[in-house]
């Protein structure tokens, strides 16, 4: 069973970039994966960030995008700001109708 | 304003029926598909069921198949779970979720607030 690969943790200073990344156990990230990215924070409700790979949710700042690199998805902040201090989960559509979460990273901003 | 509120979240024996709702209101509820994503107490998202817009397709976890039953009712506006059989790792926050499109493959952009089951003896 393909399982979608996260890094556990991570962490960037206030005013720095940072690139998240989602993978495949088997495999590489394509397009055809239509990779889309969550923001959460403690207690809330998920929040869309980007979906088909680099398309921007509304009311999403333009210092988060999102692309394929290499063989697999990423998530850009540039100029991290404190309250970027979330878990960030990407989704993959894994074919027959079975999408996937990633385990989530939980950036700290410090 | 694009809302979707959860409901019917309780506390459960193993082993027993639970049925949980969606209500959904400022969009064209019955154009999009609707998934709904648990997550157990700190831990991540898990993707549960979807649904296309007429209900014709519906789609599961492994975790859930045959379990859980996803279905909407497109003149109500609202999408529901049956949760049958339930066990302790079922517990979780259920957050119901719209889809971008007509079907679920693409991801969802607007969620509920949750709703949470506790399966407990």
């Known amino acids: 069973q393909t399982v979608v690969t996260q890094e556990p943790s991570f962490s960037v200073s206030p005013g720095g970039t940072v690139t998240l990344t989602c993978g495949l156990s088997?495999?590489?990230?394509?397009?055809?994966?239509?990779p889309s990215w969550y923001q959460q924070t403690p207690g809330q409700a998920p929040r869309t960030l980007i979906y088909m790979t680099d398309t921007r949710s509304s009311g999403v700042p333009d210092r988060f995008s999102g692309s394929i690199l290499g063989n697999k998805a990423t998530l850009t902040i540039t100029g991290a700001q404190a309250d970027d201090e979330s878990d960030y989960y990407c989704?993959?559509?894994?074919?027959?109708?079975?999408?996937?979460f990633g385990g989530g990273t939980k950036l700290t901003v410090l | 304003e694009v809302q979707l509120l959860e409901s019917g979240g309780d506390l459960v024996q193993p082993g027993e029926s639970l049925s949980l709702s969606c209500a959904a209101s400022g969009f064209t509820f019955s154009t999009y598909a609707m998934t709904w994503v648990r997550q157990a107490p700190g831990k991540g998202l898990v993707w549960v069921s979807s649904i296309n817009t007429n209900g014709g397709t519906t789609d599961y976890a492994d975790s859930v198949k045959g379990r859980f039953t996803i279905s909407r009712d497109n003149s109500k506006n609202t999408l529901y779970l049956q949760m049958n059989g339930l066990r302790a790792e079922d517990t979780a926050v259920y957050y119901c979720a719209k889809a971008l499109r007509s079907n679920h493959y693409y991801g969802v952009d607007v969620w509920g607030q949750g709703t949470t089951v506790t399966v407990s003896s």
């Open positions: 088997s495999g590489s990230v394509s397009s055809g994966y239509y």
């Open positions: 989704m993959l559509y894994l074919g027959r109708g079975i999408v996937g």
